[in-house]
């Protein structure tokens, strides 16, 4: 990857002049968009972190602190520390009032705790961090052998219900076997990427969003389109937390149909890759409307470099080449350089059937920022 060095170190420069003054602006805020200003929310409330739809709960707040984090590590500026621990010390709140927790406390506290123990050592970090991971492991069905996904949605019973996003989740649970020396962590973290490697893949590499289970027996029932187009379709953000979950698991397992299965996906979204880099919502979707999902492209990027760590040498271009053409055509057309937005990564959308398409997320801009210091050179020390 030294090739592309030079224009990730230049890339990342702009990285660093932007989030200089969005950090400062931001510091007491767990953001997930921008509001028609241009300025980012805030989801801090713990008056209602019982709702995972809003507040403290809210599945994206642990991205503010990784981006932090992130910044850290390349500059060494105790400012990004700070609003990182500041960051933390909000979700500590989310403990106390339980019910609104969900599979995604992997996304919460992995760019939180485990990176803050991990860069300092602070013990109060790893505390947190093995929290959320027995909260995790907790949401652990052993008729089915997976983790559920959600506590409740729009009155529908999920209680068998798992989703391709926990394969990027389930990384608390190595972290945590591998801290603790308790197996039983990575052992849940291995059932579930069996069950995900069975039951979510497809002969072609695309990817379901949504398997519901009989959460007795555990027997699969059926797939839900979810997020994507629909049923059977290729929702992009989904492809890019299997390419990115499964090449984990292959990191902390050394089991080879892990990397096997990280691999077919990855070649379903290069085959399906537009030649401008630019990523729809669904790779399945109608020609019109042309809905743009900017985050999934950034997580596809960053799954596609972590699966080309693990690949001879000769083959790593097959991954780290289609990652940089979608690097570069989010850095070139499809980020905010100036002040007149907090969020560098624009045209993000959550699902393709929402109301609301092409606004920003805080975690397109995280798997933006970790592709780039990828690229440059820079560990993985989140997942």
Known sequence: MEQYQSWAGETLDKVRAKMAWVSRKNRDKLPYTTDETGSYDDRSDERICWNPDDGLNWWTNGFWGGIMWLLYRDTGEETYAEIARAAEKKLEKCFTTFSGLHHDVGFMYLPTSVVHYRLTGDAEARRNAMHAANLLAGRFNPAGRFIRAWNESGGKDVRGWAIIDCMLNISLLYWASQESGDPRFRQIAVMHADTALKNFIRADGSVCHI??????????????????????????????????????????????????????????????????????????????????????????????????????????????????????????????????????????????????????MVYADYFFIEALYKLYGQENIIW
């Open 211 to 360: 398997v519901e289970f009989d959460p007795e027996t555990g027997e699969r029932i059926k797939s839900h389109g979810g997020q994507g187009y629909g049923h059977g379709s290729s929702w992009t953000r989904g492809q890019g937390w299997a390419v990115y979950g499964f090449a984990n698991s292959y990191a902390h397992t050394g089991q080879q149909k892990y990397l096997d299965a990280a691999k077919r996906v990855a070649h379903y979204c290069i085959a399906n890759l537009r030649e401008d880099g630019i990523v729809p919502v669904d790779f399945r979707q109608p020609p019109e409307p042309a809905w743009e999902d900017s985050c999934g492209a950034c997580i596809i990027a960053s799954g596609l470099l972590e699966t080309a760590r693990f690949v001879p040498e000769n083959e790593r271009e097959l991954y780290v080449r289609p990652a940089v053409r979608i690097l570069k055509a989010i850095a070139q057309t499809r980020a905010d350089w100036s002040r007149d937005c907090d969020a560098i990564v624009q045209n993000c959308t959550a699902a393709y059937h929402d109301e609301k398409h092409h606004f920003s």
